[in-house]
DNA sequence: TATGAATGAGTCTTCATTCAT
DNA sequence: TATGAATGAAGACTCATTCAT
């Protein structure tokens, strides 16, 4: 029933119709209401579980193997691939968006880059120390590449020949340490 | 009174309301209808807008002085502090949402990022030929690089402190050919 | 099951959902309709009961001992205390409210306070001639008695310490000869 | 345009659509909102203006004409003629109904019985001492004597040839000193 | 030219009613 | 017989657009 993400994702909070929302699940209207209070609620369900699958996605790069700079490069892979697409599209409008339920931005208000930075911070610093990554503040390293990335993926590229998504290599150049 | 750009930009085409625009730009609501159809039209221009002035500000690069690579910093400089924020917000609702009206669509569908290449091709073509640009495709990293600003811009990061702009040299560094 | 009549006293009949009736009846919704034919149906049901109970209750006056004013004394007593009230606020609804059932309406019309009239007249009558009642017209004195009685009954006056149910002697006051 | 009250004051809260109301004005529904947020603050505010005009009619007991027993004499006359019928439907609504914004329920809770009974103590106790009220508590006498009148009020005896509107003199019996 | 009152189509939400289980 | 999930029609409210002034 969550693939009102889908709908929410492509055209944010208001361009989305409760009703647009139902045919994409192949319910009626009313059902709906039985599962979600309202809209409002559904979004900001829908942004709650964004962040914390984003996190916990995040945090799944401590389990890859190689180095750090594999690590990173199966992550940047994934997150390129994989639906999260529609998370970042959700996230986008979330942030964006005034007509957000206030609910939903003391939510994004609470979630900010920092935690992501925190996890990330003790790869990237390992990362430094292997030589495998560029010698910036790991901090700010990070938050670019985050940045980046978010914005890659807010576009939705996919479904847009006029974009073109780079590969995971080419965008590596940000965070590598350039050959001596 | 094209200050509508501001609201469009920032809320969208169905987010915006016509009172919004009106009382941004300090005038009646009625009075808007005197100088625009209506708000698909008045999108619709803005859109248009948008498009010329950003051929027009890609072109200038060949005004700007030093080195392809020069240019290119400039140019990238110029985008990332410049107002362009507004247009870049502005065309991403108008490609994403589906709200928009048919007209502005085809415009859209018109100008493709092949006038982009076309335009910074013999440019990058040079900076290769130089040695300063990564060897890649041109046509790949013209297009790789202009998704990367278009999604750093689209995400609107000023005041939202979580996200970092990337310093510009950061950025050409995926397109600046790594010392050997 | 008919303790229906508690919700639609309350609250009329659009007031009333029959979820509100199920869930005072400790029973499903969709229970409700095995046993009544709609919403619609229940309410009709309920005030032709309540119309054939006061019937039946103005009629047993005529068992209670005593002298005239002792019968619509003791009568006038039970009204006050009894669970009657309940079908003076459901008849209130029906009488007001647009959203009737025109059979519903049919039955009220068909109902009239002549009914009662024609019922107490012989008392009431008798009550004059032995001198205890006023000596206005009967029709008249009988019908302002159920009007008084009516609203009183009607304004739910139980729960709400801002009225105060008149004492019966109080009441009776209206069709008392007053003492020479 | 607060001849909404007719509507309300029949059909209650929920009985009224904002569209029966908007037709009764003669303008369209939309309109509506442009005077009034919502259907709640319509509705709250004829509650308070209700309450307003009572109590003031209320007060103006003190500028009639004659004895204690006549300025009541007059005032019962013109609550039962004149327009007042509409508020009395109105705030039975109000006091009964579960719909009702609790702004409303505020107001009305604030605005109880006591405030009228001490408006008229003074006038009932020197009614009593000039001997031609009933010796009761005045209190009581009070109460009893507001609760009977918005009693018949609320019945909207009015078009409904049913119930029978007691002469005042038939009501005015109950607080009367019957002769001795 | 400028205003803002007025309209009505369109969206969210509720709830009587049905129906598979 | 009993449940509660599912439907869809109806009502509150918003807002693009018009129009009298």
Redesign the pocket.
């Known amino acids: 029933m969550e693939a009102a993400l889908k709908v929410f994702a492509r055209r944010g909070i208001i361009g989305?119709?409760?009703?647009?929302i139902?045919s994409e699940a192949?319910?009626?209207?009313?059902?709906?209401?039985?599962?979600f209070?309202?809209?409002?609620k559904l979004f900001t369900t829908l942004v709650q579980q964004a962040m914390d699958e984003s996190i916990v996605g995040i945090k799944s790069i401590y389990q890859l193997p190689g180095s750090p700079l594999d690590k990173i490069k199966m992550l940047t892979t994934e997150i390129l691939n994989e639906g999260s697409q529609l998370y970042f599209m959700l996230m986008h409008h979330a942030r964006t968006s005034d007509e957000v339920p206030i609910t939903a931005k003391k939510l994004i208000e609470e979630n900010t880059m920092k935690t992501y930075i925190d996890i990330l911070e003790p790869l990237f610093i390992e990362g430094q120390k292997e030589g495998e990554l560029a010698a910036d503040p790991p901090c700010e390293l990070i938050s670019c590449y985050l940045s980046l990335l978010s914005g890659l993926m807010t576009l939705n590229i996919q479904g847009d020949e006029n974009y073109q998504m780079p590969k995971v290599d080419l965008l590596l150049r940000f965070i590598i340490r350039s050959s001596s």
């Open positions: 989305t119709k409760m009703s647009m139902a192949g319910v009626s209207t009313g059902l709906l209401y039985r599962y209070d309202s809209k409002d």
